[in-house]
Every structure is written in structure tokens, then in C-alpha cells.
């Protein structure tokens, strides 16, 4: 029997797990691979999150053919399985205008969960990621974001094989990298969301200590779904990883949030 744990540090809302290292911890289960053996060949890990994943709690995590799951007290909590399509790359942006776009960041005035591993105001540096992406285009509306990431000594990578002497982040960390950022490339700022799915092609990990990038961009919504990409890239301008996520509008009571309507 394998269990999943998500510890408490690795929230999103207050009350449940951050979606992107949740559904990173359950890719790992699906596919650990060395990052030596990762490339931009390999058909990516989809994760769909069905319900909150719960923290410090145990998850029983099964494998089948149709991919791995996740369950707490008989419901599903997550599924992953690799799927054989492309991911598109979000665009590149430099570091200076990633910075430079960081003083914006909507999460700076408003956030409905400050306390979110990925993109939480309220967490410390060497804690949380503290990933701020703020909007690189101009005008309304603008659906390409940007932030800076250095990854601290605290996310490195302790049971992979290394490909290099270059300490890394996990694989985890790397999917929590991804997340949030699309969310604010979508419409967090207009409602609450929460990730419902994300599908991560992960080409290597990044280097504990070295500046990154990550890009957000918004491609579309519906009804209660919002689509959007995230893609990290180092300090060579070279790809790291890069994400597609589906995200699901939600009643903020559920989550311990505030509403975006509230924000003054």
C-alpha cells in the first residue's frame, strides 16, 4: 500500500493542498523519473483534482491502467496518467521585464488565499515560493504575467539521482512553480478558482540558488472553466517545464477564501 501525504506547509487555501504540489507529488507516484531521462519528447502527466486533497492526512494511493489515484475515506481525491499530446510553451519573457512586472502583482492588494505556498503575500521568504507575477502586457485585460523565482535551499531535491553537481528543486516544488501563475493569467482577480486540472511536461529541474522565470497566459474560459499555461524557464532562457491547467470557479465558502467582490 502507498499513502500521499501533503503536510501543511504545501497549502494553497488554508484548510486544503496546493493544487500544483499536490498534483506533483501524485505525477512523481505515476512516473518518477530521473531528470537526466526527462525531455521535451516525453508525452506530459495530466492530474485531475477532484476534490480539496486534504493536509497531513493520508491518502491511499492506487495504480491501474487507467493511471494512479488518489482517495481519502473511499472518494477520489486526485488522478494522474501520461497523455500523448503537445503542450504549447507560453512565451518567453527576460528577467528585467519579469521583475519589473512584479511590483503589480493583483495579489499585492488582493489575495484570496495569502497563505498559498506558490503565490502567497503572507508567506516567508524560504517557506513559501513567493512567485508574484504581475501583467508584462499593457492595458486591461492583459492575459501574459510574469515573475522572478530563485529556489531556495529548502525545496532541493533529496532522492532523485543528479544529472550534474548542481543541486535542484523537486519535482513538487517544480509543479507549484507552475501553478498559480496561470490562475493570475486567468481571471483570479473577478472570481475564485481553484485548480481543476493540470497537465506539466517537466524537461528538467531547476537549480537550487539560479534565477528563473515563469510566464503565465490566460487562453480562454467558460462557464465555470478557465484555461491557462504557465511555462519556467532558467537563466539561459531555456525551458524547465511547462504546464496547461484547467481551473474551476467555486463558492469561497468552501475554501476558507473572500471573495474578489470584496476587495476594497
Not at 497563505?115 to 492595458?139: H, K, N, Q, Y
Not at 506539466?200 to 510566464?215: K, M, Q, W
Request: charge should be negative.
Amino acid at each position: 500500500m502507498t499513502e500521499l501525504i501533503v503536510p501543511r506547509r504545501f497549502c494553497g487555501p488554508p484548510d486544503s493542498g496546493n493544487g500544483g504540489w499536490t498534483a506533483g507529488a501524485l505525477a512523481c507516484l505515476e512516473d518518477a523519473d530521473a531528470p537526466g531521462h526527462r525531455s521535451p519528447s516525453r508525452p506530459p502527466i495530466e492530474v485531475s483534482l477532484r476534490k480539496p486533497p486534504p493536509l497531513d492526512t493520508p491518502l491511499l494511493v492506487t495504480a491501474g491502467p487507467a493511471g494512479t489515484t488518489a482517495s481519502y475515506d473511499g472518494a477520489t481525491v486526485a488522478m494522474a496518467q501520461r497523455v500523448e499530446r503537445a503542450l504549447v510553451e507560453v512565451e518567453p519573457v527576460d528577467p528585467h521585464t519579469a521583475a519589473a512586472a512584479e511590483p503589480a502583482y493583483p495579489g499585492h492588494d488582493f489575495h484570496p488565499f495569502p497563505t498559498c505556498f506558490s503565490c502567497g503575500t503572507a508567506r516567508a521568504e524560504g517557506d513559501g515560493l513567493r512567485i508574484f507575477p504581475g501583467p508584462v502586457r499593457e492595458g486591461p485585460g492583459s492575459d501574459l504575467v510574469a515573475a522572478t523565482w530563485t529556489p531556495h535551499e529548502s525545496l532541493r531535491e533529496d532522492w532523485h539521482a543528479y544529472v550534474d553537481e548542481h543541486p535542484r528543486a523537486s519535482v513538487t516544488a517544480t509543479w507549484a512553480a507552475l501553478d498559480c501563475v496561470g490562475g493570475w493569467a486567468g481571471d483570479l482577480t473577478e472570481r475564485l478558482m481553484v485548480l481543476g486540472r493540470m497537465t506539466t511536461r517537466v524537461d528538467d529541474l531547476p537549480v537550487i540558488g539560479e534565477p528563473h522565470v515563469v510566464v503565465g497566459e490566460g487562453r480562454g474560459h467558460g462557464g465555470r472553466k478557465t484555461h491557462t499555461a504557465s511555462t519556467l524557464y532558467d537563466a539561459d532562457g531555456r525551458v524547465v517545464a511547462t504546464a496547461e491547467h484547467t481551473w474551476i470557479a467555486v463558492d469561497p465558502a468552501m475554501f476558507g477564501g473572500v471573495a474578489p467582490t470584496a476587495r476594497g
